[in-house]
């Protein structure tokens, strides 16, 4: 049984920053490139970001380059999203997910998905 589940969502100010975790069980978490996305009311889901296995390569959307971070723990087995300089177009619902492939996955790669965490950008 493979879990997902995000957490440190909430409410933020523009210009805010945010940490975002999301904790895994049920598998081995190393042996998996985990992605962060982003969905908000009427968009579709979009990609937020990747970082590889070993947490050596990460790759991120342009709207996000240089304010998001990603990080992993694998003795935690847990991935985190640092948002920094927050926008109100940052607001949606983040989804943590795994793939077997690369950071370069598409969205239909992933196969396990958390629930997600509300994450909202006031002005």
């Known amino acids: 049984q493979v879990q997902l589940v ?3 969502g909430g409410l933020v100010q523009a210009g805010g920053s945010l940490r975002l975790s999301c904790a895994a069980s049920g598998a081995t978490f190393s042996s998996y490139t985990m992605g962060w996305f982003r969905q908000a009311p009427g968009k579709e889901r979009e990609f ?3 970082i590889s296995r070993h947490g050596i ?3 991120y959307a342009d709207s996000v380059k240089g304010r998001f971070t990603i990080s992993r723990d694998n003795a935690k087995d847990t991935v985190y999203l640092q948002m920094n300089s927050l926008k ?3 607001t949606a619902v983040y989804y943590c997910a795994r ?3 690369g950071t370069a996955a598409k ?3 992933y196969d396990y998905w958390g629930p997600g965490t509300q994450v909202t950008v006031s002005a």
């Open 6 to 8: 995000e957490s440190g």
């Open 48 to 50: 937020v970001g990747a």
């Open 57 to 59: 390569i990460t790759n």
């Open 88 to 90: 109100p177009e940052d």
């Open 99 to 101: 793939t077997t492939g």
């Open 107 to 109: 969205l239909y790669d």
